[in-house]
């Protein structure tokens, strides 16, 4: 069965170093999307980057960078010269195509930074 | 700009009462989505509508059921509310699901008590 895990429950960083979210994926297809998103105090879940099972360059968008390990099943979040701003609920999420609708979430890592 | 809202950031019901909550979408999304998000569960798939009229069940339906009678809006119903459905509710969108790196918009989420 398709599954995400995500094993760290909250991390801390100092303002400005940069951070790695880890998750891992279970999949037996050969094709599906991985994303990361955001998720403030306020609620809303923010998109923040994709990455395709096809695609051989790591993501990136900014400050997010996108770690994939295909053969590993990893797809891990970096977030680079990390803000206040950052301090949020993070969620891997995977989506396998064709045929379904169904997008995978895992239970998320709460990241807090540190002035 | 891209949105998804919800009808109510916040709610408080009693057991027994029927519940309402609402999401609307103006991206002319064909796909609509309702999660219930609790700590350390993530996001779990209550119901899928992928066209007016149409539904699919989730993960976890019991309890809930769905109204879709314009392509724009998507209800939620809970018919007789119990504690259990204390939770976080998302709503979300999609375009068309055959390509993997569709990412899935997000109305603020409704926080929802039941005493």
């Known amino acids: 069965a398709q599954k995400i895990t995500q094993t760290q429950p909250g991390m801390f960083v100092q303002e400005k170093e940069a951070v790695t979210l880890d998750c891992t994926y279970d999949t037996s297809d050969q094709s599906y999307g991985l994303f990361w998103y955001k998720q403030p105090s306020s609620g809303e879940m923010i998109f923040l980057i994709y990455q395709g099972s096809y695609d051989e360059q790591n993501a990136t968008e900014g400050r997010y960078s996108l770690n994939f390990q295909k053969a590993r099943k990893s797809a891990n979040l970096v977030i680079s010269a990390s803000q206040l701003g950052d301090s949020a609920m993070y969620f891997c999420a995977m989506r396998e195509v064709p045929g379904t609708y169904k997008y995978i979430f895992g239970t998320g890592t709460r990241l807090k930074v540190l002035a | 700009d891209v949105k998804v809202t919800q009808s109510s950031r916040y709610l408080v019901k009693r057991t027994g009462e029927k519940v309402f909550l609402e999401c609307v979408q103006d991206m002319d999304h064909e796909n609509m989505f309702w999660y219930r998000q609790d700590p350390g569960l993530g996001l779990r798939l209550i119901y899928f509508s992928y066209d007016v009229k149409m539904k699919e069940k989730g993960d976890i339906p019991e309890g809930y059921s769905v109204s879709r009678e314009k392509k724009e809006r998507f209800s939620l119903i809970l018919e007789s509310a119990s504690t259990n459905q204390t939770s976080m509710y998302l709503c979300?969108?999609?375009?068309?699901?055959?390509?993997?790196?569709?990412?899935?918009?997000f109305g603020p989420g409704t926080r929802l008590t039941v005493l």
């Open positions: 979300a969108s999609t375009s068309l699901w055959e390509y993997e790196g569709d990412t899935q918009y």
